[in-house]
């Protein structure tokens, strides 16, 4: 079977992918088969004229980057050129499903079925097309002749139970959910469904109990929650309802969904169930299993599910969100853009799709149409706290240190009390006072997000390496950073600071056993090698010095460390004495 390799508001991690699954074992051969892919040029889509052999190399080699659009446009003009080739149609019918073109796979869908009667995605297609035409009995037909396996089976019976309330036997379709057999983590996705088929077929006590034990199997899924939470508006209280949603916040704090749920119950409505109808309950059922493949490395299978969940319910509120996270994954950020475009004005998560689309922006290289946008976000909401946090992100990264530092500091003077949760706001502007030379105000930043997090390595580390470069609390210091690389012994960074605290404390020989243990763990970082070449010049490896520099001359340091390097290389490393405790530097004058 050939299968064309292109490429979490849910807490349910369940481990699905199964070399039994014929799919899941092609899926593993991808990686494999882009090692393969010729390194030739993408080739100008616009070109009036482009030869088979050039379309099938670019066709293939789009699919290796994840290119669905440029996959999709080669094995059209391919499957011009050769249009009874099987093997062009299942590539092509599969790029187009990843590239979210679902219409216009459907017909290659039925070539494939008359070449492979058990085409398992094909029979998806097909299923979730006869599902939005309500042709339940055609959608059953072609999910029972599809390839099993363990996705495969809770898939078909899941689609397959949902068809079932549309032909108006919902508890017939909970007893094929019931009957069937797999792995442990089928007990989840069968729970939550079971529920969603009761409810939506009116059964409210039957319902109340499945939607409850989904809830309870995993407070901290959503979508469980969410779905109990309705039902008990509706057929308990409104405070047993909220009392739900507090529960859960208390582990996923400020879910905008559950905020406008809350939000409605206080005004004194009662919450519909999740799900209303057999395509809204296909297109759940496809994002959930979307969300968890994409969570265990099944990228394109995952990409499948959630374009098909769209294309049944373009309104879902999860489906396009997680879509666009796989993209900011595969480090698509124009995708993730155009995915956060669609997600509705209404929708309560509309102003989080617009910040991940200001990161996503900035990612792409436009960094003022992504501040302009985290701007107006800000404006139109100053108590906002994750437009401003994204903000602050975006001047940090663009070391525009003063203004990092105040629009943090916007969202720390909203803090009633600090908690453990928000040592990263001090954190970073900690880092932007002091990177904007305001010790002071960096210093108790630091302090403080020490006092939220006590060991934590991060914190440990920045600040314990600042005092040691101004000789203040050496002993102390040098302890914090010690325990910082005891805490993260693989991070290169830390064992980098612990390095560079030996040398400016004049220990060099510590220095270089230190550094260099951190250039094994980050080996192109040149920063890194060009503080190990400064150790090794200290204690005469000068040699292995020049080594060390003209290395991190070519790791792309940025240009004023760049300046410093070449300037070693020419003529070595300008004599400076230890650090000193800053009692001892006031002595000295």
């Given at each position: 079977m050939a299968v064309w390799?292109?490429?979490?508001?849910?807490?349910?991690?369940?481990?699905?992918?199964?070399?039994?699954?014929?799919?899941?074992?092609?899926?593993?051969?991808?990686?494999?088969?882009?090692?393969?892919?010729?390194?030739?040029?993408?080739?100008?889509?616009?070109?009036?004229?482009?030869?088979?052999?050039?379309?099938?190399?670019?066709?293939?080699?789009?699919?290796?980057?994840?290119?669905?659009?440029?996959?999709?446009?080669?094995?059209?003009?391919?499957?011009?050129?050769?249009?009874?080739?099987?093997?062009?149609?299942?590539?092509?019918?599969?790029?187009?499903?990843?590239?979210?073109?679902?219409?216009?796979?459907?017909?290659?869908?039925?070539?494939?079925?008359?070449?492979?009667?058990?085409?398992?995605?094909?029979r998806l297609a097909l299923a979730a097309r006869a599902i939005k035409r309500g042709q339940y009995q055609t959608a059953r037909t072609n999910l029972s002749l599809s390839v099993r396996g363990p996705i495969g089976d809770l898939t078909a019976t899941l689609l397959a139970a949902w068809t079932m309330v549309g032909s108006g036997n919902a508890k017939s379709g909970v007893e094929l959910i019931d009957r069937l057999q797999g792995?442990?983590?089928?007990?989840?996705?069968?729970?939550?469904?079971?529920?969603?088929?009761?409810?939506?077929?009116?059964?409210?006590?039957?319902?109340?109990?499945?939607?409850?034990?989904?809830?309870?199997t995993d407070p901290a899924t959503l979508r469980a929650v969410d779905a109990y939470a309705r039902w008990q508006s509706r057929n308990v209280d409104k405070e047993t309802a909220l009392a739900t949603y507090q529960a859960f916040e208390k582990l996923l704090p400020r879910h905008p969904l559950v905020m406008s749920a809350e939000a409605e119950l206080q005004a004194g409505k009662t919450l519909g169930p999740l799900i209303r109808t057999p395509q809204e309950g296909a297109a759940e059922v496809l994002y959930s299993l979307g969300a968890a493949l994409g969570r265990q490395g099944g990228e394109d299978l995952a990409m499948v599910y959630l374009q098909l969940s769209l294309w049944l319910a373009p309104d879902h509120p999860l489906a396009g969100l997680t879509?666009?996270?796989?993209?900011?994954?595969?480090?698509?950020?124009?995708?993730?853009?155009?995915?956060?475009?669609?997600?509705?004005?209404?929708?309560?998560?509309?102003?989080?799709?617009?910040?991940?689309?200001?990161?996503?922006?900035?990612?792409?290289?436009?960094?003022?149409?992504?501040?302009?946008?985290?701007?107006?976000?800000?404006?139109?909401?100053?108590?906002?706290?994750?437009?401003?946090?994204?903000?602050?992100?975006?001047?940090?990264?663009?070391?525009?240190?003063?203004e990092c530092a105040d629009t943090y500091g916007k969202v720390i003077d909203q803090l009633k009390e600090p908690t453990r949760n928000n040592w990263t706001l001090f954190y970073f502007r900690g880092i932007c006072n002091e990177r904007n030379k305001n010790w002071p105000a960096a210093e108790a930043d630091l302090k403080m997000a020490l006092k939220l997090y006590p060991d934590q390595p991060h914190v440990l580390n920045y600040l314990g390496y600042s005092w040691v470069d101004q000789g203040l609390n050496l002993d102390q210091a040098l302890d914090m950073i010690r325990k910082a690389v005891s805490l993260r012994p693989d991070d290169g960074y830390i064992v980098d600071s612990l390095g560079w605290a030996y040398y400016r404390l004049g220990r060099y020989d510590d220095a270089v056993t230190e550094l260099e243990r951190a250039v094994e763990l980050k080996p192109q970082d040149p920063v890194i090698n060009d503080h190990l070449g400064d150790a090794y010049w200290k204690v005469g490896r000068k040699l292995e010095a020049t080594f060390q520099w003209a290395h991190a001359r070519d790791s792309k340091p940025e240009p004023e460390d760049l300046t410093k390097i070449e300037k070693k290389l020419q003529s070595g490393l300008e004599e400076e004495p230890p650090v000193k405790k800053a009692e001892e530097q006031q002595k000295g004058g």
């Amino acid at each position: 079977m050939a299968v064309w390799c292109a490429p979490s508001w849910d807490s349910l991690t369940v481990k699905i992918l199964s070399l039994s699954s014929p799919l899941a074992l092609a899926l593993s051969l991808c990686t494999a088969l882009a090692t393969t892919a010729p390194a030739f040029a993408k080739e100008d889509l616009s070109a009036p004229e482009t030869s088979v052999a050039g379309s099938f190399l670019s066709a293939r080699l789009a699919g290796a980057e994840r290119d669905s659009d440029a996959a999709v446009t080669y094995l059209r003009a391919l499957m011009k050129a050769d249009p009874r080739n099987d093997e062009l149609v299942e590539r092509a019918f599969f790029a187009m499903l990843v590239a979210g073109e679902v219409e216009e796979a459907m017909p290659l869908a039925e070539r494939l079925v008359k070449v492979d009667r058990s085409h398992r995605i094909a029979r998806l297609a097909l299923a979730a097309r006869a599902i939005k035409r309500g042709q339940y009995q055609t959608a059953r037909t072609n999910l029972s002749l599809s390839v099993r396996g363990p996705i495969g089976d809770l898939t078909a019976t899941l689609l397959a139970a949902w068809t079932m309330v549309g032909s108006g036997n919902a508890k017939s379709g909970v007893e094929l959910i019931d009957r069937l057999q797999g792995p442990d983590w089928y007990a989840a996705f069968k729970d939550i469904n079971a529920g969603l088929i009761l409810d939506a077929a009116g059964l409210k006590k039957e319902a109340g109990k499945r939607l409850e034990k989904a809830a309870q199997t995993d407070p901290a899924t959503l979508r469980a929650v969410d779905a109990y939470a309705r039902w008990q508006s509706r057929n308990v209280d409104k405070e047993t309802a909220l009392a739900t949603y507090q529960a859960f916040e208390k582990l996923l704090p400020r879910h905008p969904l559950v905020m406008s749920a809350e939000a409605e119950l206080q005004a004194g409505k009662t919450l519909g169930p999740l799900i209303r109808t057999p395509q809204e309950g296909a297109a759940e059922v496809l994002y959930s299993l979307g969300a968890a493949l994409g969570r265990q490395g099944g990228e394109d299978l995952a990409m499948v599910y959630l374009q098909l969940s769209l294309w049944l319910a373009p309104d879902h509120p999860l489906a396009g969100l997680t879509l666009a996270d796989l993209y900011e994954q595969l480090k698509q950020p124009l995708k993730a853009i155009s995915v956060y475009e669609k997600i509705p004005a209404n929708s309560p998560l509309k102003r989080n799709a617009e910040v991940q689309m200001s990161i996503n922006l900035d990612i792409a290289g436009k960094f003022d149409e992504a501040r302009k946008h985290l701007v107006a976000l800000v404006e139109s909401d100053p108590k906002d706290t994750d437009a401003l946090v994204a903000l602050g992100g975006l001047y940090r990264g663009h070391k525009m240190y003063a203004e990092c530092a105040d629009t943090y500091g916007k969202v720390i003077d909203q803090l009633k009390e600090p908690t453990r949760n928000n040592w990263t706001l001090f954190y970073f502007r900690g880092i932007c006072n002091e990177r904007n030379k305001n010790w002071p105000a960096a210093e108790a930043d630091l302090k403080m997000a020490l006092k939220l997090y006590p060991d934590q390595p991060h914190v440990l580390n920045y600040l314990g390496y600042s005092w040691v470069d101004q000789g203040l609390n050496l002993d102390q210091a040098l302890d914090m950073i010690r325990k910082a690389v005891s805490l993260r012994p693989d991070d290169g960074y830390i064992v980098d600071s612990l390095g560079w605290a030996y040398y400016r404390l004049g220990r060099y020989d510590d220095a270089v056993t230190e550094l260099e243990r951190a250039v094994e763990l980050k080996p192109q970082d040149p920063v890194i090698n060009d503080h190990l070449g400064d150790a090794y010049w200290k204690v005469g490896r000068k040699l292995e010095a020049t080594f060390q520099w003209a290395h991190a001359r070519d790791s792309k340091p940025e240009p004023e460390d760049l300046t410093k390097i070449e300037k070693k290389l020419q003529s070595g490393l300008e004599e400076e004495p230890p650090v000193k405790k800053a009692e001892e530097q006031q002595k000295g004058g």
